[in-house]
């Protein structure tokens, strides 16, 4: 059994940071690709970065520049360092990892940012 679990979320002012943290725990072979994705209400859940296990990143546009993902390997956790927030950045974040060849999904964790 695997799970991943998320933290980090809460209420922002416009400008602000935050970060996100996901760790994964149980029985762990590898850990690939890891990454975060974003619903905001109404809208499809879409791809915000990603980080291979040598550390290759990947970025939606909408966020580079201002968010970077980083991942600790010894401690199976993946970060969200999200800087100069904007209210459209609104939406519940969720991570994914593909682990021992399988993909799972953390539960999700809510940023707001608003004044």
């Known amino acids: 059994q695997v799970h991943l679990v998320e933290s980090g979320g809460g209420l922002v002012q416009p400008g602000g940071s935050l970060r996100l943290s996901c760790a994964a725990s149980?029985?762990?072979?590898?850990?690939?690709?890891m990454g975060w994705y974003r619903q905001a209400p109404g809208k499809e859940r879409e791809l915000v970065a990603t980080i291979t296990q040598a550390g290759t990143t990947t970025y939606v546009d909408s966020v580079k520049g201002r968010f970077t993902i980083s991942r600790d390997n010894a401690k199976n956790t993946v970060y969200l360092q999200m800087n100069s927030l904007k209210p459209e950045d609104t939406a519940v974040y969720y991570c994914?990892?593909?682990?021992?060849?399988?993909?799972?999904w953390g539960q999700g964790t809510q940023v707001t940012v608003s004044s």
């Open positions: 994914n990892a593909v682990i021992n060849w399988d993909p799972y």
């Open positions: 149980g029985s762990i072979f590898s850990i690939r690709t």
